[in-house]
């Protein structure tokens, strides 16, 4: 099956600065790639995802690329707040989903 | 409005006792999922479903049930649980199709003692 490996598993910047997750995945069928934000004590909630016909997607300060050759994808967030602290999840789809491990970032005021 | 929900929200049992974790979805989406969250190992995928009828093992099946009777409902089923499976579960789901996007119930918090 899919595997996903995600890294840091913890990241640390200052505020305004900018973070970025790195995935990987095996399976060359996933075609869709989401990412997750998780604060503490609640549920996931897309942040953004692309398709594997696209190389790269951006809303707002969050960015997401894709490269399907090297079969990695990559989290992107400029200008970081304190409120972007959370922990992030990448993922690879084809029928079922596969998570990464998870990303604890910590935004530093 | 639309949403996953899950009941009960916390649980606490003991091992062999069997338990059924509710998911309902109110957005018609054919696409439904259980997940079990544990430290260190992001989600893992238990059973997923990609409609009415149909059901498929996710990455960890073993101790679980599922059924998906009809389109809103997929409970989770631990027919005899072990401590092994105290977790934090979460239920999803999105359109199916080419509609990918997953929205997740609020989660259940299940201790096996």
């Known amino acids: 099956g899919e595997n996903v490996e995600q890294h840091p598993s913890t990241l640390s910047v200052q505020e305004g600065d900018s973070a970025v997750i790195k995935c990987t995945y095996s399976?060359?069928?996933?075609?869709?790639f989401p990412w997750y934000k998780q604060e503490l004590g609640k549920r996931p909630q897309l942040i953004i995802d692309i398709r594997s016909n696209v190389g790269e997607k951006k809303d707002q300060r969050i960015a997401v690329t894709l490269n399907k050759t090297a079969k990695h994808f990559s989290l992107h967030i400029t200008e970081t707040q304190p409120e972007d602290s959370a922990v992030y999840f990448c993922a690879a789809n084809g029928n079922q989903f596969y998570f990464g491990t998870g990303t604890s970032l910590t935004v530093i005021p | 409005e639309a949403q996953v929900t899950q009941n009960p929200r916390y649980l606490i049992t003991v091992t062999g006792k069997k338990l059924t974790v509710t998911c309902s979805q109110n957005?018609?989406?054919?696409?439904m999922s259980w997940y079990r969250q544990d430290p260190g190992l992001g989600l893992r995928q238990i059973y997923y479903?990609?409609?009415?009828?149909?059901?498929d093992k996710g990455d960890v099946p073993e101790g679980y049930k599922v059924s998906r009777k009809e389109k809103r409902n997929f409970p989770l089923i631990l027919e005899s649980p072990s401590p092994n499976q105290t977790s934090l579960y979460f239920c999803a789901s999105s359109g199916g199709g080419s509609s990918y996007e997953q929205y997740f119930g609020p989660g259940t918090r299940l201790t096996v003692t």
């Open positions: 479903s990609m409609n009415v009828e149909v059901t």
């Open positions: 399976d060359s069928a996933s075609n869709y």
């Open positions: 957005m018609n989406h054919e696409y």
